[in-house]
């Protein structure tokens, strides 16, 4: 059987997704308590591996099992009584046998939250970048309009250990900026195939925007630089939360 | 000098306002601060004693100083660069010397946040009560309204060791509902003089409602019947926060 799970978690005392002999992730955590349970080796598949400190609310991973599960919503409920409190199973279904969360991923929707009064409640320290420094947030909107489309993003990517891509020319579907609260910010992404830390580097470009540092307009001759350090610097990872992930085929069922 | 301070804390790991030998308290580690920087003893005065774990936007404190600040902007600057990352002082002001935060008071503003869908996004379990169940919105609409106004709040106040009240009479001057988001609800309380606990009742006997246990007719007689026993449960102390503090005239400057 095949199971899709859409996963939360709060990044804060997490090192991300991905295993490593480090300190906690999401996907040790996860495979825990899934092998605990159906007692067999299990691989997962997740559709974002996201960085240290990085949160999620709608994360999607699948893997395949032997065993079979009768109630889905029993071994969901076992699942998160088993999770530490910073992981949880929002939802779960069975899906094809091909499903594969990262390969059939048709899109995927990032939030990243700031503060740019002086004071940030600490209430948000943990979900919300503290940025206290005057913003224009209309040429923050005129900036991210000439970031949307197909570019090369090389500028936008750093480097990664032990990894290339074969190019860097990627889809951005669109960058909303949404104000809310006093001096808060919200800026949707939205859009396929990410390059390491691109949204990141797309809002700490933006408030350099913001900020003065860098005009709307130079924008484009900074896609076409090539360069990372025309851009801005890397927005904290703790601002970012994977939001969703959008799929062709919807197999849902509910916890 | 009389100097108010608006602060905010994020009460999780805190053991809330009054200092005590258990743990970390508000008081004490803003006391730390404040003595530090102004080299004399100094006696704070909350206008709230919030309780262990609960949270605050604005709470309100004054003390009185002797040695002269200049620039109070930049003293608040100091004090926040040396206060622990879960208190900020937001805003601070002289006042008149006669100011008092707890006895001058005219009104405090609570709210108390909730999740009621499954599963609880781990983001929000520090800020919100979690209470998986089903809820009648409306009933619990109905029975707030019973309970605003003014009445002996006996039945909604916990006993506290070595302290009474000459009298459990209050007026609680408005209970609102506000959901949001997938099944979450905020409460919010605005009255003066609240007993002990009296918040954490009335959010559990609402729940109580909510969920059928409690009818909305039956808060009359539960009111009249001064006992503890026939109101709901105490709701958890992490999924309140003291909101705002009211006072008649308002002397403050930005920090």
């Known amino acids: ?5 859409i996963i939360a978690y709060d990044g804060t005392d997490l090192l991300g997704w991905q295993k490593t002999p480090y300190g906690r992730t999401v996907e040790e955590e996860l495979l825990l308590v899934l092998e605990r349970i159906s007692q067999e080796p299990i691989k997962l598949q997740a ?4 960085d240290a400190g990085v949160h999620a609310k709608g994360q999607v991973v699948n893997f395949h099992i032997k065993r079979e599960i009768p109630d889905l919503q029993k071994f969901l409920y076992s699942v998160n009584q088993l999770l530490p409190k910073d992981i949880v199973v929002v939802d779960g279904s069975f899906v094809p046998e091909n499903f594969h969360s990262t390969l059939d991923s048709k899109g995927k929707i990032y939030h990243y939250h700031l503060d740019w009064g002086k004071i940030q409640f600490p209430q948000d320290r943990r ?5 206290p420094h005057l913003l224009n947030i209309e ?9 949307t489309g197909e570019h090369d993003f090389s500028a936008f990517c750093n480097v990664k250990k032990n990894e290339s891509y074969a190019h860097c020319i990627r889809n951005l579907k669109s960058i909303v900026l949404k104000e809310y609260g006093d001096k808060s910010l919200k800026i949707e992404f939205l859009g396929n195939h990410f390059l390491y830390k691109m949204v990141r580097n797309i809002v700490g470009t ?3 925007v913001g900020s003065g540092k860098i005009k709307p307009e130079s924008i484009s001759s900074i896609l076409l630089s090539q360069d990372r350090s025309q851009a801005g610097i890397t ?6 939360c994977l939001y969703q992930v959008l799929y062709e085929i919807r197999a849902q069922s509910g916890v």
Do not use: D
């Open 206 to 208: 933006l408030v350099y």
């Open 127 to 131: 979900y919300s970048w503290h940025y």
């Open 47 to 50: 559709a974002s591996r996201t």
């Open 1 to 5: 059987m095949n199971v899709k799970l």
């Open 235 to 240: 927005a904290p990872a703790h601002g970012l």
């Open 139 to 147: 040429a923050m909107k005129e900036a991210a309009l000439k970031i």
